[in-house]
């Protein structure tokens, strides 16, 4: 049932895509799209398994929304910390590896992280290891694994655990 599921789903968002960059509803498109669509689903079944596991409920696509406004504003926050640091005469760096914990368990979810966390300046996901992610930090406050997690993960968990788990 659930592998059903998830191939429907793996489907309807290739399919959806197809749409979207098209811009076209002609017959001829939406032909060539839904054979394409089937296709990859059908090749691609074990290693595109991640883009099915967003969860389609209006909560979920609400709090998609959120995400993109919410990290925008982590962007522009790091990016002027980033640049107070190296503008700064003392130049206060302490650079250093922290370990964070995740509550995430799906794969993407984890995934968008880890590529959230790098994309803000100042910060650089190194590894993930199950639950566990590795992340240079520019100026470590904490080596402390709840203080690092509060710092860097927490925001971004809040939504990407509803959009994923």
Do not use: C, Q
Request: net charge neutral; aromatic share 10%.
């Amino acid at each position: 049932m659930t592998w059903t599921r998830d191939l429907s789903m793996l489907f309807a968002t290739l399919f959806g895509f197809w749409v979207l960059l098209n811009g076209s509803l002609a017959a001829d498109v939406l032909l060539v799209g839904l054979i394409t669509a089937l296709i990859i689903t059908l090749l691609f079944r074990n290693s595109l398994a991640v883009v099915s596991e967003l969860r389609m409920t209006p909560r979920a696509l609400m709090t998609t929304l959120g995400y993109v406004f919410f990290f925008a504003r982590e962007l522009v926050k790091s990016n002027l910390n980033l640049a107070r640091i190296v503008l700064s005469p003392a130049l206060p760096l302490n650079p250093g590896i922290v370990k964070v914990r995740t509550r995430l368990k799906s794969r993407m979810g984890r995934l968008l992280l880890a590529n959230s966390i790098t994309l803000t300046p100042g910060t650089l996901t190194v590894d993930i290891d199950g639950e566990w992610l590795y992340i240079h930090w520019v100026t470590v406050d904490s080596a402390d694994i709840e203080v690092a997690t509060a710092a860097i993960v927490s925001g971004f968990e809040e939504y990407l655990e509803v959009m994923y788990g």
